[in-house]
């Protein structure tokens, strides 16, 4: 056979912005052999006709570090056209860390990101203690996408210093031994360093995650090891002083101190950026700190999303009144008795009632806001338009805890309400997708899988921004979810259609491809819940020139691998 796979009559869309064109595009021994008008033979053809062929999406921001022992294909997000993620952002990785010491970093998963403790001790084999270790694990299992780690800072952190990690500033020898131990690391193919100083990252007892009682001087020191090596990207969850305090001297010290690392290093620093609506001027300093560190010698790029950062409320999975005390004895009930007494209507104004009282706004993710049910939205399509719970309670006339109760009963209890915790205003979530220095990832796939799907925001940037309001052609969006993020996390063979690259390809439909409705599903180890979301319009997934998914359904094939760094 000429070819092992050849996608025939499909318009090529090759990632690099350029106009499409017709190509058929045949792959052999995993890399894209040719490209053009193919006509000899191949043990397995994909007839295209009408669709796009375009490279693999490239997700540089999720937490997957668990969820790859027990879900090969990487769901949600193989579902959207992914191919290849880096996980171990925000500092929480599984390793270095030994199988004794697994609550240490275990607890940070569970509470900083939501990923079910049952879960992850019923799916993971703990089988390493270092870092090298823990990617040669990651290396044998069977995988349907492509994976490439950081090394978190609780992680190794906690390694070192044990429970002090959790108390106190690190000693020079502590920092001797945490710089060796990231030096091994990216050694072995680590592809960059992360942390978190996110005051919301905290341990299940309350206390701040490991890596947030770290000085500043130790970040230096941290990154300052890539800087040596000239390899690793530094990824980090930031302090939230330009949100509590935006024209404060201590937001432009901090911006400071980021860009000057970037100088002094040499290393790319990376981080989300998103627009909130009590702090709107917030952002656009975010990205006016990326041009000002290129101005200084120093590189930074901002991860962006394509819409609101959404917790999906439901009686199924969560509501923001489940821990009040009028609340949290009903919503223990069997779903099925919430119902049958819902119906009456003394239980209804009781609950209605102890609604009033402050809504748990850590339910929501979010702060205070001036009235939370202006940005509570009833969820029944994707696309919209969504209508607030406040203005159903208006046109009803009645409380709008009691418009919530209403409406999710109409539909036995299986409807979705969703509120936005960030990127509230659409133009703003627009200008940052189109800064040049932001790329347009962080599904955080793998994480807070009870609250938010942000699996599908490759599949919205292009149902929703190209198909719908037409401010960007197919060509900058495909562009947008895999050169630019391939050419910032350095996988230098992936991301464009090109003979010798890697044949991670999708085939998709641009006149349907979109997001599904979000579901529940019970599909973790443990049988722990999760939000899933499926995409239609995708109609082959290809990694490394095998069919990994053909219209939302896995072949069987496996062919996903561990992506290690530039130094391994
Ligand atoms: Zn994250």
């Given at each position: 056979m000429a070819y092992d796979l050849v996608i025939k009559n499909g318009v090529l869309i090759d990632g690099s912005g350029l106009p499409r064109y017709r190509a058929d595009v045949g792959v052999k021994n995993g890399r894209i052999a040719s490209i053009g008008r193919i006509r000899e033979n191949a043990r397995e053809i994909i007839d295209a006709d009408g669709r796009v062929v375009a490279p693999g999406f490239i997700d540089?921001?999720?937490?997957?570090d668990a969820q790859v022992f027990w879900d090969p294909l990487g769901t949600c997000s193989s579902w959207h056209g992914v191919t290849t993620v880096v996980m171990g952002n925000c500092g929480f990785t599984l390793a270095p860390c030994s199988e004794k010491d697994k609550a240490l970093v275990v607890r940070n998963l569970e509470r900083a990101e939501d990923i079910s403790g049952a879960a992850m001790a019923?799916?993971?084999?703990?089988?390493?203690?270092?870092?090298?270790?823990?990617?040669?694990?990651?290396?044998?299992?069977?995988?349907?996408?492509?994976?490439?780690?950081?090394?978190?800072?609780?992680?190794?952190?906690?390694?070192?210093?044990?429970?002090?990690a959790f108390e106190q500033a690190a000693s020079e020898d502590d920092l001797v031994l945490m710089e060796r131990e990231l030096r091994e690391a990216m050694c072995a193919g680590a592809i960059g360093f992360t942390t978190t100083r996110s005051p919301i990252h905290e341990t299940p007892d309350g206390r701040p995650v490991a890596s947030r009682l770290a000085t500043w001087d130790e970040i230096r020191r941290l990154v300052g090891v890539m800087g040596e090596l000239n390899a690793g990207i530094f990824e980090l969850a930031g302090e939230a002083v330009g949100r509590e305090a935006p024209d404060s001297a201590a937001f432009r010290e901090y911006h400071v101190r980021l860009r000057d690392l970037a100088v002094e290093t040499g290393?790319?620093?990376?981080?989300?950026?998103?627009?909130?609506?009590?702090?709107?001027?917030?952002?656009?300093?975010?990205?006016?700190?990326?041009?000002?560190?290129?101005?200084?010698?120093?590189?930074?790029?901002?991860?962006?999303?394509?819409?609101?950062?959404?917790?999906?409320?439901?009686?199924?999975?969560?509501?923001?009144?489940?821990?009040?005390?009028?609340?949290?004895p009903f919503r223990a009930l069997p779903l099925e008795e919430q119902?049958?007494?819902?119906?009456?209507?003394?239980?209804?104004?009781?609950?209605?009632?102890?609604?009033?009282?402050?809504?748990?706004?850590?339910?929501?993710g979010t702060e205070a806001r001036p009235f939370p049910y202006e940005w509570i939205f009833v969820y029944d399509t994707v696309q919209g338009p969504h209508r607030t719970v406040a203005e159903v309670a208006r046109e009803r006339g009645i409380d709008p805890a009691a418009a919530m109760i209403e409406l999710a009963l109409e539909?036995?209890?299986?409807?979705?309400?969703?509120?936005?915790?960030?990127?509230?205003?659409?133009?703003?979530?627009?200008?940052?997708?189109?800064?040049?220095?932001?790329?347009?990832?962080?599904?955080?796939?793998?994480?807070?899988?009870?609250?938010?799907?942000?699996?599908?925001?490759?599949?919205?940037?292009?149902?929703?921004?190209?198909?719908?309001?037409?401010?960007?052609?197919?060509?900058d969006a495909v562009r947008m979810l895999t050169l630019v993020p391939a050419t910032h996390w350095g996988f230098a063979d992936r991301g464009l259609v090109r003979e010798g690259f890697m044949a991670d390809l999708i085939v998709f439909d641009p006149d349907t491809i979109a997001p599904e409705m979000p579901e529940v599903a019970h599909d973790l180890p443990a049988g722990a819940r999760r939000l899933v979301q499926r995409a239609r319009g995708i109609a082959a997934t290809v990694v490394h020139g095998e069919v990994l998914l053909r219209d939302g359904k896995h072949t069987g094939a496996l062919p996903g691998r561990l992506l290690r760094g530039p130094l391994a």
């Open positions: 540089g921001h999720t937490h997957m019923a799916g993971i084999t703990w089988s390493w203690t270092t870092f090298p270790e823990f990617l040669d694990a990651v290396d044998a299992l069977p995988k349907g996408i492509n994976y490439a780690g950081y090394v978190g800072h609780c992680a190794l952190r906690s390694h070192i210093m044990g429970e002090r290393r790319p620093i990376t981080f989300g950026n998103f627009s909130r609506l009590e702090a709107r001027t917030v952002w656009p300093r975010y990205m006016a700190l990326l041009d000002e560190t290129a101005a200084a010698g120093g590189r930074m790029f901002a991860q962006v999303h394509s819409r609101g950062l959404n917790v999906m409320l439901s009686f199924k999975t969560q509501l923001p009144f489940d821990n009040l005390p009028a609340w949290k119902q049958r007494q819902l119906r009456d209507p003394a239980v209804r104004r009781r609950l209605v009632e102890g609604a009033h009282e402050q809504p748990d706004r850590k339910a929501l539909k036995d209890l299986d409807r979705f309400f969703v509120h936005p915790v960030a990127n509230e205003m659409q133009d703003d979530v627009l200008e940052m997708m189109k800064h040049p220095r932001a790329v347009v990832t962080f599904s955080d796939s793998g994480a807070h899988v009870s609250q938010i799907v942000d699996s599908s925001l490759q599949t919205h940037l292009l149902s929703h921004w190209v198909r719908e309001r037409q401010v960007f052609t197919l060509e």
